[in-house]
Nanobody, 119 residues
Framework: QVQVVESGGGLVQAGGSLRLSCAAS????????MAWHRQAPGKQRELVAA???????NYADSVKGRFTISRANAKNTVYLQMNSLEPEDTAVYYC?????????????WGQGTRVTVSS
């Protein structure tokens, strides 16, 4: 069974920083992408940052230059460094792992970690 566990959320003042961690464990085949999404109250879940297996990254326009996604040496762990946080970044942040096996695609999600940015 695969588990995806996020950590690192919390309360921070505007302008501050947080680092989120995501660890995936269990029988995972080939990871193609690890990504962070977020969902603010009353809004749809949106992609924040993604790290593709070849090393390329994608970011939402709203976080470019402020957030950085990276992968640990333990390759099933990914981080999201969030700097210059704004109240608009307040949301539950979810880690998503996209993996492939023989003829099948797996889409795993964590339970989320809450980030609250006060003004």
């Amino acid at each position: 069974q695969v588990q995806v566990v996020e950590s690192g959320g919390g309360l921070v003042q505007a302008g501050g920083s947080l680092r989120l961690s995501c660890a995936a464990s269990g029988s995972i085949f080939s990871i193609q992408r690890m990504a962070w999404h977020r969902q603010a109250p009353g809004k749809q879940r949106e992609l924040v940052a993604a790290l593709i297996s070849g090393g390329s990254t994608n970011y939402a326009d709203s976080v470019k230059g402020r957030f950085t996604i990276s992968r640990a040496n333990a390759k099933n762990t990914v981080y999201l460094q969030m700097n210059s946080l704004e109240p608009e970044d307040t949301a539950v942040y979810y880690c998503n792992v996209l993996a492939t096996g023989p003829g099948v695609t797996y889409d795993y999600w964590g339970q989320g970690t809450r980030v609250t940015v006060s003004s």
